[in-house]
């Protein structure tokens, strides 16, 4: 057990969530990587080939692909592991292996955000439960019991979610009972919902890191869904620091967001929190994950504080005190819309000087790779179609069916909006019937 090289064991995010800043973290540290993530295709084709992926010679010391629910298995593979390596810490990357990253790390004696947090974070319902002082009204319903449940239900506006799902998907609006009742034929005959009270104004995320229990930095993102134009809740847009939070509002959040982290007794970690700020001052909880954030938010922070938020994931999961910068800019990510059809074309006008990138879940490749100064002028930072030419693509109605976003920084709020809109005059998303 003697001499054994220190590392960082990395769950899930081998791919899709990939960041090139936690390798980076890992390296300036004189960590081996260590790699746990999902049996998928493009995960098996990555590690046949590492280097037609993007990574460097020797980035990862191991990696083996394991499913999240197969937690003896994570659990058997990291044992192994800390027997030819000084495993210094665990960070979880992907919302699926929350539990089994937590599980993981209580075995080795490690930080984590702790098996309540973990837990609860990743259930709905319990969320709904632990979390009732911060909470819409709510019901679980089961499978069998729906159209009874529905029928008689009396408080609308109502959103039904489904407990399993992620990324949005069957998330929607009921405005009345005839449209509840319709909505039930989108969920599969075993699919336990939640029919929840409509929260009602603004939605923010608050990203924060801990370390044993201690919350030591917090930060606000600003969002935009579908929910302006249709029934569904599917997040179109991050603005990262907030700009329309004033001072109060957002100490106001904060305190609610360190109030429901000691109800969960969150540990170590990251933590993601999406809330409601009401007419009437009340903010509600929508869900939170004891993770990293999604989409490209973890950028938007890196382009907003001009500091890799990563570094400081890593840092509390070895027991180093973070530090993370203050914000300097703004930055703001935005999902386009489009026309049900055939993807024919991403195109971006030559004077924006971004060429089109076409993400490859086989590719480590970060998509935003350079921020600026603080007082630098309003940058386009990346232009990304998420989908292959000649993918169908559908309405809009979860995270999945986004098929291409573009990412912008600037000094000031009002930069910020004036380049959104030159980007979205100069980007155009085609599609065919």
């Not at 993007?54 to 191991?62: F, I, K, R, S, V």
């Not at 955000?113 to 319990?126: E, I, Q, S």
């Not at 998330?171 to 034929?185: K, P, T």
């Not at 009437?280 to 994950?289: F, H, S, V, Y």
Request: aromatic share 6%; glycine share 8%.
């Amino acid at each position: 057990m003697e001499n054994r090289p220190p590392a960082l064991l990395l769950v899930g995010g081998l791919t899709v969530a990939w960041n090139q800043r936690y390798l980076d973290a890992a390296r300036a540290r004189g960590l081996a990587v260590l790699v746990l993530d999902a049996p998928t295709a493009a995960a098996t084709a990555l590690l046949a080939d590492p280097a037609a992926a993007g990574l460097a010679p020797g980035a990862l010391a191991e990696a083996a692909l394991v499913a999240a629910e197969d937690h003896a298995g994570l659990a058997d593979r990291a044992a192994g592991w800390a027997r030819a390596y000084d495993i210094r810490g665990v960070c979880c990357l992907r919302e699926e292996y929350v539990e089994g990253s937590a599980l993981v790390a209580d075995l080795l004696g490690l930080r984590s955000p702790g098996l309540r947090a973990a837990r609860v974070c990743r259930n709905k319902h319990l969320q709904r439960r632990y979390l009732a002082d911060w909470s819409p009204a709510s019901a679980l319903v089961a499978a069998g019991s729906r159209e009874r449940i529905a029928a008689g239900w009396q408080d609308f506006p109502l959103v039904v979610k489904p407990v399993g799902r992620l990324a949005s998907s069957g998330v929607r609006l009921a405005a009345d009972r005839e449209q509840l009742l319709d909505s039930l034929g989108e969920y599969g005959p075993d699919e336990t919902l939640l029919f929840e009270q409509r929260a009602a104004g603004p939605e923010y995320s608050v990203e924060s890191l801990s370390l044993d229990g201690e919350v030591r930095y917090l930060g606000t993102t600003e969002k935009r869904t579908t929910e302006v134009f249709g029934d569904y809740f599917v997040e179109m847009g991050h603005t990262t620091p907030a700009p329309s939070l004033d001072e109060e509002a957002r100490e106001r959040l904060y305190t609610a967001h360190r109030a429901v982290l000691a109800r969960l007794a969150f540990g170590t970690g990251m933590a993601h929190a999406e809330y409601r700020l009401g007419p009437d001052g009340r903010i509600t909880l929508i869900e939170i994950a004891a993770r990293p954030p999604g989409d490209s938010i973890m950028a938007l922070h890196w382009l907003a504080t001009l500091a890799p938020l990563e570094d400081a994931v890593v840092a509390v999961a070895l027991g180093e005190p973070p530090a993370p910068a203050r914000p300097h800019r703004v930055a703001r990510q935005v999902y386009l819309p489009h026309r049900a059809g055939v993807l024919d074309a991403l195109e971006v006008a030559e004077q924006l000087r971004t060429p089109a990138q076409w993400f490859d879940p086989a590719l480590v490749r970060p998509q935003v790779t350079a921020c600026g100064e603080s007082a630098s002028p309003a940058a386009l930072r990346c232009v990304v179609a998420l989908k292959p030419v000649g993918t169908v693509l559908e309405p809009i109605r979860q995270s999945g069916d986004r098929a291409a976003m573009f990412v912008v920084d600037a000094p000031t709020a009002e930069a910020l909006d004036e380049i959104e809109q030159r980007c979205l005059a100069a980007i155009s998303l085609r599609t065919r019937d």
